[in-house]
């Protein structure tokens, strides 16, 4: 039998199949094989048969044949014949072995082809796998780089916002300590504050005393103080005179003053300040006040009786 396998002498191309092509033609050449043994197997059946059936017939007619073929002759052609046939059943006898010898070399050289390519699918799948390995490793090893990368980044960035966070606590904690002292300072300033507020309301304090003065009159409105209306315009709520203090031995002159336009003045002592304000110009007289500074004596009198007296309605509220 004459034919080339073509799995035993693979090409270029064949070289590069994957494995389960190999498995493909593994079960092709197993088949084929099969196809031959039964093959094989039929035409042995088939000769016994025969040979079955030819016997049969030759014992059946033995005697027909003894009449009809009486001669010696005959009977030495028909065993020449018959040895002729029996020599091309053994011929064909060997030609079958041959074909079976051929058979079993056919399957020996499938089955070290189909060998020989399960090993190379297997070689390739290992080469295949390493590659993609490989590529893998190659195309992991920026991701893994960078992966490192930004922990790192993540690392310095916690270490930074913990030094913040405890750069933050000092300040906090520095600005509570001047904030606190900054509120001490504030208080006893003040405390000073509402010193100097109630000496400053102590000068401030001041009476009031009321007048009423026609054109040409003079009234002595405190000690050592003396007002006089010289002249006075209705219309246009104004007026002129002239202040005197006695002590300072001076005039303080009023000229074209309008309403509610407060005059101050001091002595020469340093007391003060004095304020006279005017409220009302009329057709019979100027109405206004003066303010005259309270004497801290006077002033001190004043405002304990004006605590006792709020200690006093306190006390009558909590009963």
Same mark, same amino acid.
């Given at each position: ?5 073509p ?43 025969? $040979?079955?059936?030819?016997y !049969?017939?030759?014992?059946? *007619?033995? =005697?027909?044949?003894?009449? @009809?073929?009486?001669? /010696? ?5 028909l ?15 060997g ?59 993540? $690392?310095?960035?916690r270490? !930074?916002?913990?030094?913040? *966070?405890? =750069?933050?606590?000092?300040? @906090?904690?520095?600005? /509570? ?47 050592g103080i ?94």
């Amino acid at each position: 039998m004459g034919f080339t396998n073509p799995m035993l002498h693979p090409t270029e191309t064949e070289k590069e199949w994957p494995r389960d092509r190999a498995v493909v033609y593994e079960s092709d050449h197993r088949g084929h094989s099969k196809a031959l043994w039964g093959l094989v197997v039929l035409l042995a059946v088939a000769l016994g048969a025969l $040979a079955y059936h030819g016997y !049969q017939v030759v014992k059946d *007619q033995n =005697s027909q044949i003894t009449q @009809i073929f009486s001669s /010696q002759g005959t009977l030495s052609k028909l065993g020449q014949r018959a040895d002729a046939a029996e020599g091309k059943l053994q011929e064909m006898a060997g030609n079958w072995q041959d074909v079976g010898q051929r058979v079993t070399k056919l399957e020996g050289r499938v089955a070290g082809s189909v060998k020989e390519t399960r090993q190379y699918a297997e070689t390739l799948t290992r080469q295949l796998h390493a590659q993609v390995t490989a590529e893998l490793d190659a195309r992991t090893s920026p991701l893994d780089a960078r992966l490192r990368q930004v922990e790192s980044q993540e $690392a310095d960035q916690r270490a !930074q916002l913990a030094q913040v *966070q405890a =750069s933050l606590k000092q300040e @906090i904690a520095t600005a /509570q300590q001047e904030t606190g002292r900054n509120i001490s300072g504030i208080r006893e300033q003040e405390e000073t504050n509402a010193r100097d507020v109630s000496a400053l309301s102590q000068k401030l304090e001041r009476d009031r005393i009321d007048f009423e003065l026609a054109k040409g009159q003079s009234k002595e409105l405190a000690p050592g103080i003396e007002l006089r209306i010289r002249g006075m315009n209705p219309a246009y709520q104004r007026y002129h005179g002239a202040i005197w203090l006695l002590q300072d031995r001076r005039t303080v002159w009023l000229k074209d003053q309008s309403v509610h336009e407060p005059v101050r003045f001091f002595h020469k002592d340093g007391t003060g300040p004095y304020e006279l304000v005017v409220t009302d110009v009329n057709k019979k007289a100027v109405v206004g006040y003066l303010l005259v500074p309270v004497k801290p004596d006077a002033a001190a009198s004043a405002s304990a009786g004006k605590a006792s007296q709020e200690s006093v309605a306190a006390s009558g509220a909590r009963q």
